[in-house]
Every structure is written in C-alpha cells, then in structure tokens.
C-alpha cells in the first residue's frame, strides 16, 4: 500500500507566477490535510478537505491560496501569484474516514519563490 | 483554542544517554496527543499517540511518552539513544470534537553526539 505522494517535491517559482502542489492521499483514505512549514517553525494547519468537500480552512490565508479535493485525481493546493513569503515546505496528510485522529504525511513539497 | 509548547528548541546528548523532550498543553476540551519524527528534508513520521486508556504509551523505536492531565504535559523519553535518533521531534495536538485537525509545538531538535 502505497503511502500519501506529493509532487513535485520541489518547486522553484519566480514571484507573480502560480504554484500547484499535488498530494495523491493513501488508498481508502477520503480525508486530506494540507500544513505548511515555515523554515525554523512547527507545521501550521491550512485546511481540511474530504472529497469534493472543503470541511475547515481556517488556516488558510484569505487571500491568492486555495485548495480543492476533487472526485476523481489528488488534492491540489492552488497558490497564485506566489511572493516571496510563500517559500516553505508544504505537507500533505491523509486519514481513513472510518477512523480519525491517526494522519499519515507525505514527504512534502518545497516551493522556493526566488 | 489549543496550543502546544515545547520548551527546548535543541537538546544535545550523548549516545547512549536517556534522553527526554518536554512537551506541554493548553486545552480546554478533550485532547489526544500524538508525537511525530522529522528526519531532514523528508516528510512526518508518527512515533506514538494518545487517545485513551493508559496514559503511559509506547511507540516505535523504543520511544515512550506520558500523558500527565494535571499537569498538561506529554513528554517523549527514551532510556537510551543511538546516532540515526537524530532529528526534529514534534508534539501535536488534536482536540476532540474538533474535526481532528493537528495543532504542532515549533519542534525539537535532538542531536546525539558519539
């Protein structure tokens, strides 16, 4: 059983352009988490997603961020116009719908905005 | 809402030494308690959690941790550790009730010197 995949697993982007992180949850699981790892700090929750739903996302900024679960295919979150704040490690967590409180991460995606 | 502190940002140690990494809490709900392994560049590694029943619980690795309610407090031990025990250790919240969701500490790092 293949755990949670992110891609790409790095990403350079110049400022003003769009990133489009890729999380492909484990297999059964209908529940993603999307966190972001500023560089020295903890991870910070963004939001909560299940399929086609967005349950919480409370941590998300108000603004050019955006996250979607689709039917069918991974979980994209979405960064527009990218600055160069938004350079961090952004990680992906997926559990079973049937049993919660237990989250596997992926191995993340480092998006540098030069 | 909840918070997670972890008092040390580094914690030197010799191989084979016991080690221990403080966590504590703020919460006034219900929580479960989970600690998690970072070794670098890579994504979060579960080591144990707490979601009830006995508040001594054992992990991978040969890992424990104690949950003490009075005291808000859930810190990871190990009698004895090796070189690979090097990394970054985080303590995560979730309340319960609370759409499982995961509160970090800013981490830990453990740095074992032969």
């Known amino acids: 059983n293949a755990g949670v995949m992110q891609n790409p697993r790095h990403l350079v982007r110049r400022r003003g352009q769009e990133a489009r992180l890729r999380c492909s949850p484990m297999?059964?699981?209908?529940?993603v988490y999307w966190y972001r790892q500023l560089p020295e700090e903890g991870l910070k929750f963004m939001v909560y997603?299940?399929?086609?739903?967005?349950?919480?996302e409370s941590g998300m900024p108000k603004e050019r961020f955006s996250a979607e679960f689709p039917k069918e295919g991974p979980s994209i979150l979405r960064i527009q116009q990218v600055v160069r704040g938004d350079s961090a490690a952004y990680f992906c967590?997926?559990?079973?719908?049937?049993?919660?409180?237990?989250?596997?991460f992926g191995p993340g995606t480092r998006l540098t905005v030069t | 809402a909840q918070s997670v502190t972890q008092l040390d940002s580094q914690v030197p140690v010799f191989e084979e030494a016991p080690v221990e990494l403080r966590c504590n809490y703020s919460?006034?709900?219900?929580?479960?308690l989970f600690w998690y392994v970072q070794y670098p560049n890579q994504g979060l590694q579960l080591l144990l959690k707490?979601?009830?029943?006995?508040?001594l619980v054992k992990g991978i690795n040969g890992f424990e941790a104690e949950f003490n309610k009075s005291q808000t407090s859930f810190h990871l031990r190990k009698p004895s550790v090796h070189i690979s025990d090097t990394a970054e250790y985080f303590c995560?919240?979730?309340?319960?009730?609370?759409?499982?969701?995961?509160?970090f500490g800013g981490g830990t790092r453990l740095m074992v010197k032969p």
């Open positions: 707490y979601l009830s029943g006995s508040t």
């Open positions: 997603l299940q399929k086609e739903n967005i349950i919480d």
């Open positions: 919460s006034s709900v219900s929580v479960y």
């Open positions: 967590a997926s559990s079973p719908g049937g049993v919660v409180y237990e989250q596997y």
């Open positions: 297999k059964g699981h209908s529940h």
């Open positions: 995560a919240v979730s309340e319960a009730n609370a759409g499982n969701m995961l509160t």
